[in-house]
């Protein structure tokens, strides 16, 4: 019972004993450190200092002072004897260590090396995120901490793989943490890329490495891994790709080389086929030879398709199921022009586009062991070449649309289809008069003219389309840059097209028509008449008729009553003539002219209307001169059965203003104004006259 007790008071002395040598030598003070002075009316003593690295703080007017090492109270000592030298009053001296610090070199593979420092409590982990962490390709199982001349090494990875504190190392002030790089960056400072390096392996032991390269997604040496099969290192590799050979994979281990038949080995699941790694163990798969594969049940996809090739093909397989095989058509493939070409040599069509889109119903070609599957590259409509679409499936578009060339046509289209596939018509374009030249079922061309404007307004059917087949061309004639342009582009433009203005106009000449164009569209298309235009007498030539029509248009009647009914209908092919007001009077027909004839200041042939009367007529001729007899005017009446005369009193007239007196004129009448010697009492006048002479030359000779 005694020894008992003794035994119990000895371990509870060490117990005492060990906290008072830890409490002794956590109290120390240590590089790093700050210590706060207060001492009342001493600004330059309230304040903290840091612990150099030479275990010293300087204090002003004492200078430095060796504390590292030293208690806290031995600290005190030292700072309160020093400070008695150059102070008198230090009872209020307080002394203290205020913070614990670390004074960590960080050197190697991390971003921002140098020094730093650190709490006392901070960890490995936390100095380094303190020089902004890692870079990429540390080597992270063979960090090196340096406290004066031992060197620790530890593995940091083993701490993040498993949070484990113990792993890593306790820091004191003054070590130096060194971050290696990994041996697979390289000696020469590059561009690094973490995914190239995770793609090129692991392993940061090349000489026990697993090396793995040939047909692989990701070569490269990877960590041995004791009791791992060849499997898993493929795996780990990517795996192998789509051109590997592997009945023929070959591995070196343990300086013995043999032949691994992947392919067998998951045939059968026998895990005797696996070949077993050792440290440095090498893995090739070889490439695929090129050879020509044949056989009983071999199917060949050529052309645009996503993986062409021979396949070996089971019974039952449909065209379909092989081409979806083969990874269906690209994005560059002509899927309406696919073909079967069958082992006796006959070639199928297949429209698979439309076979998609429900237009083309015929079933899917059956496909038979030896048959090729053929996909023709679309073409490109920046292709110069014009080979690459047969004469029998294209369709030529030529004249005024933004793309013209040799278009691929299939019979689902329209003329539509085709004119926008071209980009449509520019706007030079003739759109009233398209022409189409297509063969027909026959192989005879026929020619067709399309209006698309009337198609447009109209809004008709796509029936009314022109048919068309491959083979056709269509051309899409240009219009007139400006109407004065026709001069010199005539030739260019079809009679049926056109119509002709002529005469007193601003620029005559043939233009471009169409019957839905209006005369006056026409008349202002020629700029007009001119100041001279005789526009009560414009004549219109139908020439679109079986027999010969001239129309006659009062255009300025036209402008006085606005009505429409009085202007022609006018096509093409016919001729508007526009005649001078002022022209020959031959040229002047009897049948619209009146003659003024007799005692007038201006005797002529005059053109009369139905609106005009003796007096307009009269006004026109200047009025009757002064020795006129104006109670006598004549109207002579040019009648097809006979003529009629009539007298006119003029005088009268004008004293009554009774216009029941005016005579009624006709085209082609004559007026004729009398002289006064021409009336009854000049004649009378004139008689006397003749009988005075005759008397006195009787009584003259009667005198003799």
Do not use: C
């Amino acid at each position: 019972m005694r020894l008992f007790k003794l035994i119990l008071f000895s371990l509870g002395a060490l117990i005492l004993l060990n906290q008072y040598a830890y409490a002794e030598s956590s109290n120390k003070v240590r590089v790093g450190d700050v210590i706060t002075i207060i001492l009342p009316g001493e600004e330059s003593l309230n304040k903290t200092f840091q612990v150099n690295k030479q275990g010293r703080i300087i204090l002003p007017e004492v200078g430095p002072l060796a504390i590292a090492g030293k208690t806290e109270k031995q600290m005190v000592a030292i700072i309160t004897i020093s400070l008695k030298s150059v102070m008198q009053d230090l009872s209020h001296l307080q002394v203290f260590i205020s913070k614990r610090q670390l004074i960590i070199n960080i050197q190697g593979y991390v971003n921002q090396p140098g020094e730093y420092i650190i709490a006392d409590t901070d960890s490995v982990q936390l100095a380094l995120h303190a020089a902004g962490g890692l870079r990429p390709g540390a080597q992270l199982n063979r960090l090196q901490l340096r406290r004066g001349d031992t060197i620790t090494t530890f593995n940091y990875k083993a701490f993040l793989d498993s949070g484990d504190l113990s792993k890593l190392p306790t820091l004191q002030s003054l070590d130096t943490l060194f971050i290696p790089a990994s041996a697979m960056i390289g000696n020469i400072e590059q561009e690094f890329d973490t995914a190239k390096l995770a793609q090129a392996g692991d392993a940061a032991d090349d000489k026990n490495a697993v090396k793995v390269f040939g047909e692989v997604h990701d070569p490269g040496t990877f960590s041995y891994n004791e009791g791992a099969s060849i499997v898993h290192v493929l795996m780990r590799a990517g795996g192998v790709t789509r051109y590997a050979t592997v009945e023929q994979i070959r591995v070196i281990s343990n300086n013995a080389p043999r032949t691994f038949n992947l392919k067998k080995y998951l045939d059968s699941g026998d895990e005797a086929l696996l070949p077993k790694l050792y440290p440095g163990s090498t893995i090739f798969i070889p490439k695929q030879q090129e050879e020509i594969k044949f056989g009983a049940n071999i199917v060949y996809v050529m052309g645009e398709v996503a993986e062409p090739g021979a396949y070996e093909g089971k019974k039952g397989a449909s065209f379909m199921s092989i081409l979806a095989n083969a990874g269906g058509p690209t994005r560059f493939a002509e899927s309406r022009q696919i073909r079967v070409i069958k082992s006796d040599g006959k070639v199928i069509n297949f429209d698979l586009s439309g076979y998609t889109e429900g237009t083309n119903y015929q079933s899917p070609p059956p496909v038979e062991s030896g048959d090729a599957i053929f996909v023709p590259e679309k073409t490109d409509m920046n292709e110069k070449s014009w080979l690459k679409i047969a004469p029998h499936r294209a369709v030529r578009v030529l004249g005024e649309v933004e793309e013209p060339g040799r278009i691929e046509w299939s019979d689902e289209m329209s003329f539509l289809d085709l004119l926008a596939h071209v980009g449509g018509p520019t706007v030079r374009a003739d759109t009233a008069n398209i022409e189409v030249v297509t063969p027909d079922a026959n192989g005879r061309n026929q020619v067709y003219t399309f209006d698309l404007d009337s198609f447009m307004l109209e809004g008709r059917s796509e029936s009314t389309l022109p048919v068309i087949r491959a083979g056709a061309t269509i051309r899409v004639r240009d219009l007139p840059l400006d109407p004065t342009d026709n001069k010199s582009q005539w030739v260019r433009q079809t009679s049926d097209s056109s119509i002709y203005v002529f005469g007193q106009v601003n620029s005559g000449g043939r233009y471009r028509f169409t019957n839905n164009l209006h005369f006056l569209d026409i008349l202002a298309a020629a700029d007009g008449p001119t100041i001279n235009a005789d526009l009560h007498n414009i004549r219109i030539t139908h020439r679109n008729q079986k027999y010969a029509k001239v129309s006659k248009l009062d255009l300025a009647l036209y402008f006085e009553t606005g009505d429409e009914s009085l202007l022609p209908i006018v096509k093409t092919g016919d001729s508007i003539y526009i005649p001078e007001k002022d022209r020959i009077w031959i040229d002047e027909s009897n049948e619209t002219t009146i003659r003024m004839l007799g005692a007038v200041h201006k005797p002529g042939r005059y053109r009369y209307n139905d609106s005009m009367t003796i007096l307009d007529i009269l006004a026109k001729a200047g009025g009757t001169t002064n020795n006129a007899y104006p109670e006598k005017i004549s109207i002579i009446n040019n009648s097809r059965h006979q003529g009629q005369a009539r007298t006119f009193d003029l005088i009268k007239f004008s004293r009554t203003g009774d216009y029941r007196l005016l005579p009624v004129l006709r085209p082609g009448d004559t007026v004729y104004v009398p002289n006064k010697d021409e009336s009854i009492l000049a004649n009378v006048r004139l008689g006397f006259k003749d009988i005075f002479q005759v008397l006195a030359t009787i009584a003259l000779l009667g005198a003799l």
